[in-house]
Nanobody, 123 residues
Framework: VQLQASGGGLVQAGGSLRLSCAAS????????MGWFRQAPGKEREFVAT????????YYADSVKGRFTISRDNANNRVYLQMNSLMPEDTAVYYC?????????????????WGQGTQVTVSS
């Protein structure tokens, strides 16, 4: 599966952005999907994940209550709605796919990655 993330940009603190990840291939609905982010000088970290069916989601504590992950299997897309953005959310955001059977927060479990989209939150 090939992934392409989009929707990043520059936003003021307290604002919102919606990231989108488009996937190619007819097997998208069999993959659990995740969003990760990497800030300058830091390691890539888990943000959110959603099961292949959309019934299970899991979030990093740092974004819980502010971010929402969702998916549209009919259109091969996964989304990350980001509200109440803070400067510490500034990073390159990546979507990723894995098919282990259960939702994963470990970056090593993900097999396919998009190219990333930059999110910058100004204070």
């Amino acid at each position: 599966v090939q992934l392409q993330a989009s929707g990043g940009g520059l936003v003021q603190a307290g604002g919102s952005l919606r990231l989108s990840c488009a996937a190619s291939g007819r097997t998208f609905s069999t993959y659990n999907m995740g969003w990760f982010r990497q800030a300058p000088g830091k390691e890539r970290e888990f943000v959110a994940t959603i099961s292949w069916s959309g019934r299970s989601t899991y979030y990093a504590d740092s974004v819980k209550g502010r971010f929402t992950i969702s998916r549209d299997n009919a259109n091969n897309r996964v989304y990350l709605q980001m509200n109440s953005l803070m400067p510490e959310d500034t990073a390159v955001y990546y979507c990723a796919a894995e098919r282990s059977g259960v939702v994963q927060t470990d970056i090593r479990e993900y097999d396919y990655w998009g190219q990333g989209t930059q999110v910058t939150v100004s204070s």
